[in-house]
């Protein structure tokens, strides 16, 4: 019985890990991993108004390699090389 449970719940926690937000060009990235709690705040990316953030107003290139690179580059982990955000 606890066995069945555990593999249940690892199947519940790998289906969160791999909550895939794909953006244009060829990037995509693991929303929920960039939900922990040292990462995380969703104000991090988002604006908060009311209720759930959800589209991000202004999306785009600019944007982007502010919001993305700057991060990448305060924790010195993630991509900030061209070809480790656009894959295609
Ligand atoms: C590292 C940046 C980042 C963080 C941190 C982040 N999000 Fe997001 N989120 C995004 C991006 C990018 C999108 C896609 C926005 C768009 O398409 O306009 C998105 C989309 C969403 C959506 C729209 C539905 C979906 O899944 O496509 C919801 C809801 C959401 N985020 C909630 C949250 C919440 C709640 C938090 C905090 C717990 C959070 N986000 C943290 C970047 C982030
Ligand atoms: C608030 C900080 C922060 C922001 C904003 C942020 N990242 Fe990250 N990102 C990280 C950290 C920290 C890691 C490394 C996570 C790890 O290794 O545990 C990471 C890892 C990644 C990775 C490699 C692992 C994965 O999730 O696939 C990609 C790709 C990535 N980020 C893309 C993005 C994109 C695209 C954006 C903008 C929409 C973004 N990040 C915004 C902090 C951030
Ligand atoms: C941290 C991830 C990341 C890195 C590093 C990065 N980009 Fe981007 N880039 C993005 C995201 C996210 C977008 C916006 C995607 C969207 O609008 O949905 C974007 C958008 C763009 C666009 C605009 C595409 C369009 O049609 O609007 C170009 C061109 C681009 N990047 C080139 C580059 C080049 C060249 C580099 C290296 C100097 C680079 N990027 C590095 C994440 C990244």
């Known amino acids: 019985m606890k066995r069945i449970v555990l593999v249940l719940l690892l199947i ?6 791999s909550d895939i937000i794909k953006l244009k060009k060829g990037v995509s990235f693991n929303h929920l991993g960039h939900q922990s709690e040292k990462v995380g ?3 991090a990316c988002h604006v908060e108004t ?3 953030p959800g589209k991000i107003p202004g999306l785009g290139k600019e944007w982007a390699h ?3 690179i700057e991060c990448h580059d305060i924790f010195e982990k ?3 090389k061209c070809n480790g955000c656009h894959i295609s």
């Open 41 to 43: 705040l969703c104000s």
């Open 66 to 68: 502010k919001t993305c």
């Open 12 to 17: 519940a926690a790998n289906s969160f890990a």
């Open 50 to 52: 009311e209720g759930t």
């Open 78 to 80: 993630g991509p900030t």
